[in-house]
C-alpha cells in the first residue's frame, strides 16, 4: 500500500515537473522568438531596394537555427528531467511537426498601385516644375529648362522614396510573418515533446517501482 502510494506521489511530482519544464520553455521560446522578429524588423528598416534576397536569406538562416535550438533545447530538458528521476534517457525523440511553408516576400507593386504612384508623381512633378519655372522666369529659358530639371528630379526621388518604403514595408510584414510560423512549430514541438517525455518518464517510473 505504502508503495502504491509512493508511486502515486511520485507519479504526481513527475506531472509537475514536465508542466514546469513546459512553462519554462514556452515562455524562453516566445521570448526568442519576439528578440528575432524585433532584429529582423530592425534590419528591414535599413534595408534598400536590391537588399530584399540578402534579407530573405538571413531570416531564413535565423529561423533555421531557431528550429534547431528549440530542438536542442528540448533535448537537454529531457535529458535532466531524467537524471532527476533515475530514469533511463527518454526514447529518441519524435518527428518534430513540420515547419510550415513561408512563400518568399513579394516586392511587385500592384499594377494600379504603380499605375497611381505615376500619376502623382507626374502631378507632382508638374507642380515643382510649374512652380522653379516661375521663380526662375526671370532668366528666360535657361529658367524654365531648370525648373522641367527640377520637377523630374524630384518626381525620380518621389518615386524611388515611395519604392523603398513599399519595399521596406513588404519585409516587415514577411519577417512577422516568419516568425509568427517559427513560433507555432516551436510551440507544437514543446507539447508533442513534452508529451512523450512525460510518457516515457512515467513507464520507467512503473517499472521501476515493480522491481
Known amino acids: 500500500m505504502e508503495s502504491r502510494t509512493g508511486s502515486g506521489a511520485d507519479a504526481l511530482l513527475v506531472r509537475h ?3 514546469q519544464s513546459r512553462v519554462h520553455r514556452g515562455q524562453w521560446w516566445r521570448a526568442e522568438c519576439a528578440v528575432a522578429l524585433d532584429r529582423w524588423r530592425r534590419a528591414a528598416a535599413d534595408t534598400g531596394r536590391r537588399g530584399a534576397e540578402q534579407f530573405e536569406f538571413r ?43 513561408v512563400p518568399p516576400p513579394v516586392l511587385r507593386r500592384p499594377p494600379l498601385e504603380t ?12 507642380g515643382v ?5 516661375r ?11 531648370a525648373g522641367g530639371a527640377v520637377g ?14 513599399h519595399t521596406r514595408a ?3 510584414r514577411w519577417a512577422a510573418e516568419v516568425a509568427a510560423t517559427v ?9 508533442s515533446r513534452s508529451a512523450a517525455l512525460e510518457v516515457d518518464l512515467l513507464v520507467a517510473l512503473r517499472r521501476r517501482t515493480r522491481e
Open 135 to 145: 521663380l526662375l522666369s526671370d532668366v528666360g529659358v535657361p529658367g524654365l529648362l
Open 170 to 172: 513588404v519585409l516587415d
Open 115 to 126: 499605375a497611381l504612384l505615376a500619376v502623382i508623381g507626374l502631378g507632382f512633378a508638374l
Open 183 to 191: 513560433r507555432s512549430h516551436g510551440d507544437a514541438v514543446i507539447v
Open 17 to 19: 515537473g514536465v508542466a
Open 152 to 165: 523630374v528630379l524630384t518626381a525620380l526621388w518621389l518615386v524611388f522614396a515611395r519604392g523603398l518604403l
Open 59 to 101: 531570416v531564413r538562416r535565423d529561423a533555421a537555427h531557431l528550429v534547431e535550438r528549440i530542438a536542442e533545447e528540448l533535448t537537454a530538458d529531457a535529458a535532466r528531467l531524467s537524471d532527476r528521476w533515475g530514469a533511463p534517457l527518454p526514447r529518441p525523440a519524435p518527428d518534430d511537426p513540420p515547419v510550415g511553408p
Open 129 to 133: 516644375a510649374l512652380g522653379a519655372g
